[in-house]
């Protein structure tokens, strides 16, 4: 994390230790002892005035986090100069009235205002002018949420309902590879802090379209129940005066109508802002805003506000398909998932009904995407350049286990614009590692 940082003025206008453990596989020891934009904000039946000035903080030279303090539980809207609220970078306040987003200033000197546009629940609205400074404070952003101890005992004492009752994923199930075990047996052993996310639901949507992805899918014969993936999020970069956008997910696909995905969306929009000498020109910054996702098909793409996720920090993504209580069941009924910000500690865990939807998951797949935010595409968005991604503990199991993706003779899917022939992204495999894969941006278009 760089030291030199912006400060934010808003105005407002109106391991618990490890041992031998059989998980139906070998476990070594250690030491003894969890879009479209939001919709615009419609006129409200209240409008906030004489807002107190707000404090937050930017780190500066890097897509850094900033939170800002406003409108509580409300949808909001950040732009700069020359654009309006309709073509800004839609962000989402929590019940404490924290906006967070990132921002890449091209400059650590005094840059000037962007505009903050929010409406909560009820209607009520408040617009804010944002002012940038340097600071040297980073931004700090901690949602509430529970305690988990990390697991202590016999992994092999719980069922999966009561492992998922405790906060914890399903335990590898027979046959699994020992990786997969032994990475399991990590995850749970750490404490960790549960939040409740607020769940916004979005009008992106993703098809089961390879010109709008690039990674690997599995190809080996069962239906798959579970799969999950870990990456470090990464800083996107997008186009002058446009919205970009990218995601990262691990998700369960049918290859025809149905699709169980989770992973990190991200955002890009450059803007101009203003500096406070008016004589100065206008300087264009990168703003971004980066979070965890869900989405069951046929249904749109579902935001959680927590945990946040802001790039450089690790994700861990893994979903299945279970009963009510959380037991591993194809036929269960109930589309599970458990997203965890490893940096942070903290994770979100939740299920969503399957009816109605096609749960025959004959893959399983580690993707990078271009999401959908228009009703009737092509044309297509413009990929956001999120560099190289690296995926590791990508596993799924179709009944017999976890087991490494390459395992699963999984074959790479390349990102092709199809009005262009451009390569946009594609995947190549880590033969030092069977769990891990690599993604590479290569166009926006």
């Given amino acids: 994390m760089r030291s030199n940082c912006f400060g934010i003025w808003l105005f407002g206008l109106g391991l618990a230790t490890m041992g031998w453990f059989r998980l139906g596989c070998s476990v070594r020891p250690d030491k003894a002892g969890s879009r479209a934009r939001a919709a615009e904000p419609a006129a409200a039946a209240n409008v906030a005035t004489n807002r107190p000035v707000l404090q937050g903080t930017m780190q500066a030279d890097a897509s850094g986090e900033v939170v800002v303090t406003a409108l509580p539980n409300a949808a909001c809207r950040v732009y700069g100069q020359g654009k309006s609220a309709s073509d800004g970078l839609a962000v989402y306040s929590d019940e404490a009235g924290d906006v967070s987003f990132q921002a890449s200033p091209s400059t650590t000197d005094v840059v000037g205002a962007l505009q903050l546009d929010c409406v909560d629940e009820r209607g009520t609205s408040a617009k804010y002018q944002v002012q940038l400074t340097t600071t040297t404070s980073p931004a700090k952003h901690s949602p509430k949420g529970t305690y988990r101890p990390g697991l202590e005992g016999d992994p092999n004492a719980l069922t999966d309902a009561q492992l998922v009752s405790r906060g914890f994923p399903p335990r590898p199930g027979a046959g699994s590879s020992p990786t997969a075990c032994e990475q399991w047996l990590r995850l749970v052993r750490q404490p960790a802090t549960r939040v409740t996310p607020r769940l916004i639901p979005t009008q992106r949507r993703n098809d089961v379209n390879t010109d709008i992805w690039a990674g690997y899918s599995t190809t080996s014969t069962g239906t798959y129940s579970q799969v999950s993936g870990r990456w470090t999020v990464p800083t996107t970069a997008g186009e002058a005066q446009r919205t970009d956008y990218s995601s990262m997910w691990v998700g369960l696909n049918t290859n025809s109508t149905g699709l169980w995905q989770a992973g990190s969306e991200h955002e890009v929009s450059t803007s101009k802002v203003i500096w406070r000498d008016p004589r100065r020109p206008s300087l264009t910054i990168s703003l971004s805003n980066t979070y ?154």
Avoid: C
């Avoid at 194809?330 to 940096?343: C, E």
């Fill in 292 to 445: 965890a996702f869900y989405e069951l098909l046929p249904a749109g793409a579902t935001q959680l506000t927590a945990p946040t996720v802001i790039p450089g920090q690790q994700l861990y993504v893994s979903l299945w398909i279970g009963d009510s209580s959380g037991t591993v069941n194809i036929s269960g009924g109930s589309a599970w998932y458990y997203i965890s910000n490893v940096t942070t500690g903290l994770f979100a865990q939740g299920s969503v009904p399957t009816a109605g939807t096609n749960t025959n998951y004959v893959s399983a797949i580690w993707i990078a995407e271009r999401p959908k935010t228009h009703a009737v595409e092509p044309p297509y968005n413009h990929l956001a350049n999120f560099g190289t991604l690296n995926i590791d503990q990508a596993y799924a199991g179709a009944g017999s286990g976890l087991l490494p993706h390459s395992s699963l003779a999984s074959v790479p899917i390349a990102m092709v614009e199809p009005s262009t022939g451009h390569l946009l992204a594609q995947a190549y495999a880590d033969s030092s590692k069977s769990d891990a894969l690599q993604i590479v941006w290569r166009n926006f278009y």
